[in-house]
């Protein structure tokens, strides 16, 4: 395992985050980096950051000796219905944040320079099998956008190790797949779900919940872990499970986009014998689209 060995601790930056736009300038920072044998982590994100954004960029300090976080709201990745302008950006906050937490470098680059031919029919990278179910069967082309725009940030930053959250599981695997099949030299850490006292997990998408939904918010998560206890007792009739726990999403309010259990490591259908099980869910609440998932461990 990587051991920091020029720092034992983060002590404050006596100089505020540095900001680049340009891949020239970013790619000049990192040169200087590698130059000086540091080891880089980096952590894409589309702004608007919260507590879970800033436990990545924990987690790249205490795998790197520099720290690279990207804001992009990536247009391939939204939907013909999805409000690409609407999406929050909090700029100031977010550089403050960053400082706050000690990354060393903010890359905000903007999409002509991402998308030099534009987005209509760019060059794409796509996971097969991985990116058409689940969250991809409701968003079609949904994580081919982020797929693509990951794998164009891996060759501009071209890190030693890369964060992303366990929140969106199916985006996590899909990326890990990529990265192993593209031959990326990147290790691919995933951290785990930062939740609300009330165990809602943390996203930038929860700011679009009215007060009386946020209240009800926090249930969906109660039902998978419910879900969890099932599976803990040994019960496998799947099907009927994933068909009950339905019901109950929709009766407290929600609209279940779905509800699946699955072989935590790819997704696919569980099997006889299968130890390592993911509960998936996918759920609307008024205008906002939920995800959340638990990782269950049988015995």
Known sequence: ???????????????????????????????????????????PTMGNLHEGHLKLVDAAKANADRVVVSIFVNPMQFGADEDLDAYPKTPEQDSSLLDGRGADLLFRPIVADIYPSGTNEPTFVEVPEISDILCGASRPSHFRGVTTVVA??????????????????????????????????????????????????????????????????????????????ELDKGVSEYSLLEQQTTKKIDAVGFKCDYIVIRRATDLSEPKTGDKLLAILVAARLGRTRLIDNMVVTLD
């Open 152 to 229: 164009k940030f891996f060759n501009m930053v071209q890190p030693d190790v890369a964060l992303f959250g366990e929140k969106d599981l199916q985006q996590l695997i899909s990326i890990r797949r990529m990265t192993t099949e593209l031959n990326f030299p990147i290790e691919i850490i995933g951290v785990p779900i930062v939740r609300e006292i009330d165990g809602l997990a943390m996203s930038s998408r929860n700011g679009y919940l009215s007060e009386s939904e946020r209240a009800i918010a926090p249930r969906l998560y109660e039902i998978i872990k419910d879900l969890a206890t």
């Open 1 to 43: 395992m990587w051991r920091r060995s020029s720092r034992e601790s983060f002590p404050p930056k006596n100089i505020p985050l540095n900001s680049v736009s340009s891949i020239e300038d970013l790619r000049r920072q990192i040169a200087e980096w590698r130059t000086a044998g540091e080891r880089i982590a980096f952590v």
